[in-house]
């Protein structure tokens, strides 16, 4: 699926909700399939600054895609990268840095968007596409 | 007894809404809410008197040096200092704290030691460690108990003739712990040292002596006090202030001033380069003013019940602990329940109006101590209700549930 299909997906599964604790419950819920990142990567190289929880990223390069994975060590920022990861993983550099990133905004998360946010979502979007900026030239 | 009511109609801030529920505003040890007295003091500077202040003939810049110095002798008067040129304006506790340090570059030598409390705030550890990387000097640590509590018996060894400085808060932002710093003042100038007090946090809470206190210098911001962002005051005796150079260079700050040489304006002036924050002074007068109405005995009092309140609550929460238990402690709660990260309870407390900080409170040393990212931290003032702590934990527990 393209990188905009999987959006809208997330964007429909968030529409169903009325309220914000019922969203705030779904994100925990997604929180808790992330797909985790190796232990040994998790080093302070990998630390994506600016967030008052911590958040590691790794990222690696398979059959020309860029697959992510990650943990944090609060919950509800574990959901927004997990939401992140699964827009933007199994994904080709290019296509990851040419997605916009409206969609945050469509599931009512538009307030973790600030970039003063002490939750670093910026943060995190900024380094998934500077993961795909530096993959992009061993791209076949 | 505090009209507590009544209180509250002072501040319109607490009339609004926050996600749609009212806000239950308790990041007080953050910055505490201003009442209508001090806006209308602001808006009628900037409406009929704005001028820039000792210089001009004219009747507004007159009218506008007379209320600052008045503002001056207000702030001199609540703390019994004995000058009123003891008392700087400064942007804040930071600065006052830069302004000593930077001041000390040049009496402190290679070896001399520096004493500072386990418990600091960032701003009263960098600037010390930057003083130390310039003179050669050590910085030493006066350590804490679990409860958060300073071993006095250790701070007691540190000392020494090589001891020069001592720096510590009165209370704790990040524990609420009231520190005695009659006893650390006393021990210090034992050995011939100057002792420096953040009184930040306790500004709020508790009126400061210097003079019965003795200290060497003391400091608080405004807008812990209901006062205005960006405007402080340091308190540093009259020997010392002679003693320390001029921290800025610049207009206000100078007696005369040739391309050969400069001689420095006389106390408080040598210290307030340029043109200083004129309204915010007037308005941390007013604010003075505005909680001295109320009077600090009654709001001690009325903030220890919400104190003990909020602990008896909170504490019926499953897995919750709180971090900083000193026998003496003002209205701030640092807590975190077993197995979830502050984030989390600071993002869903927002989501229900209610204003906590999360995360390690610029003070990172204490959350090392206790090997925590950081902690949830309620801070009460005068003007909270046991109706909104009951908010707050019921905030707290709905968070825990959704989270664990």
């Known amino acids: 699926m393209e990188i905009k299909e999987i959006q809208d997906d997330i964007v429909d599964e968030f529409s169903m909700f009325d309220d914000w604790m019922q969203r705030y419950e779904y994100m925990i819920e997604l929180g808790k399939s992330l797909p985790l990142i190796d232990e040994a990567y998790k080093t302070d190289d990998n630390i994506i600054k600016g967030c008052q929880s911590k958040v590691w990223v790794h990222a690696e390069l398979q059959d020309n895609k860029l697959v992510f994975t990650a943990d944090s060590d609060a919950i509800i920022t574990k959901g927004i990268i997990a939401i992140l990861i699964r827009a933007f993983s199994n994904q080709k550099p290019k296509d990851i840095i040419e997605a916009n990133t409206n969609f945050i905004d469509e599931i009512g998360l538009k307030e973790h968007l600030s970039p003063t946010r002490a939750n670093g979502l910026v943060s995190m979007i900024k380094q998934l596409k500077l993961y795909a900026v530096a993959y992009q030239t061993q791209v076949n | 007894m505090l009209d507590i009511k009544k209180i509250r109609e002072d501040f319109p801030i607490l009339k609004r809404e926050v996600n749609g529920k009212p806000l239950v505003y308790l990041d007080n040890a953050a910055t505490s809410q201003t009442p209508q007295q001090v806006i209308d003091v602001i808006v009628d500077y900037y409406q009929n008197y704005?001028?820039?202040?000792?210089?001009?003939?004219?009747?507004?810049?007159?009218?506008?040096?007379?209320?600052?110095?008045?503002?001056?002798?207000?702030?001199?008067?609540?703390?019994?200092?004995?000058?009123?040129?003891?008392?700087?304006?400064?942007?804040?506790?930071?600065?006052?704290?830069?302004?000593?340090?930077?001041?000390?570059?040049?009496?402190?030598?290679?070896?001399?030691?520096?004493?500072?409390?386990?418990?600091?705030?960032?701003?009263?550890?960098?600037?010390?460690?930057?003083?130390?990387?310039?003179?050669?000097?050590?910085?030493?640590?006066?350590?804490?108990?679990?409860?958060?509590?300073?071993?006095?018996?250790?701070?007691?060894?540190?000392?020494?003739?090589?001891?020069?400085?001592?720096?510590?808060?009165?209370?704790?932002?990040?524990?609420?712990?009231?520190?005695?710093?009659?006893?650390?003042?006393?021990?210090?100038?034992?050995?011939?040292?100057?002792?420096?007090?953040?009184?930040?946090?306790?500004?709020?809470?508790i009126v400061a002596d210097v003079q019965?206190?003795?200290?060497?210098?003391?400091?608080?911001?405004?807008?812990?006090v209901c006062g205005p962002t960006g405007v402080g005051m340091l308190y540093g005796k009259e020997e010392w202030l002679k003693r320390l150079p001029p921290y800025q260079g610049g207009g206000e700050m100078i007696a005369e001033v040739t391309f050969e040489k400069t001689t420095y304006a006389d106390l408080p002036h040598k210290f307030e380069a340029g043109t200083p924050n004129i309204c915010g002074g007037i308005a941390f007068g007013a604010a003075l003013d505005y909680m001295n109405?109320?009077?600090?005995?009654?709001?001690?009092?009325?903030?220890?019940?919400?104190?003990?309140?909020?602990?008896?609550?909170?504490?019926?929460?499953?897995?919750?602990?709180?971090?900083?238990?000193?026998?003496?402690?003002?209205?701030?709660?640092?807590?975190?329940?077993?197995?979830?990260?502050?984030?989390?309870?600071?993002?869903?407390?927002?989501?229900?109006?209610?204003?906590?900080?999360?995360?390690?409170?610029?003070?990172?040393?204490?959350?090392?101590?206790?090997?925590?990212?950081?902690?949830?931290?309620?801070?009460?003032?005068?003007?909270?209700?046991?109706?909104?702590?009951?908010?707050?934990?019921?905030?707290?527990?709905?968070?825990?549930?959704?989270?664990?």
Request: one cysteine or more.
């Open chain 2, 212 to 224: 019965a206190l003795d200290v060497d210098f003391y400091t608080i911001s405004a807008h812990k």
């Open chain 2, 293 to 404: 109405s109320i009077g600090f005995d009654e709001i001690a009092k009325y903030e220890h019940e919400l104190l003990q309140y909020a602990t008896q609550e909170l504490l019926k929460i499953d897995r919750l602990k709180i971090y900083g238990t000193a026998k003496n402690k003002t209205s701030v709660i640092s807590f975190n329940i077993d197995g979830i990260h502050p984030y989390d309870i600071g993002t869903i407390l927002d989501k229900l109006g209610i204003a906590v900080r999360t995360g390690h409170h610029c003070a990172q040393p204490i959350m090392d101590f206790y090997k925590i990212p950081g902690t949830v931290r309620a801070s009460f003032s005068f003007y909270n209700t046991k109706g909104e702590i009951d908010t707050l934990v019921s905030g707290v527990e709905r968070a825990r549930k959704m989270l664990l």
């Open chain 2, 50 to 205: 704005n001028a820039n202040i000792h210089r001009g003939v004219h009747a507004l810049s007159q009218e506008a040096t007379d209320k600052y110095e008045q503002a001056r002798i207000k702030i001199q008067k609540h703390f019994n200092a004995a000058n009123s040129h003891e008392i700087l304006f400064t942007s804040g506790t930071t600065h006052s704290i830069n302004l000593v340090a930077n001041g000390f570059s040049s009496l402190i030598e290679n070896g001399d030691e520096i004493l500072v409390s386990a418990m600091e705030h960032h701003s009263n550890i960098v600037p010390w460690q930057m003083l130390c990387e310039r003179t050669g000097a050590v910085l030493k640590v006066i350590p804490m108990n679990q409860e958060g509590e300073l071993l006095m018996d250790v701070y007691d060894e540190l000392l020494s003739e090589k001891t020069k400085l001592v720096f510590c808060n009165h209370i704790s932002n990040a524990l609420g712990t009231i520190n005695p710093i009659k006893e650390i003042i006393d021990r210090a100038h034992g050995v011939g040292a100057a002792v420096l007090i953040d009184g930040a946090q306790a500004a709020p809470h």
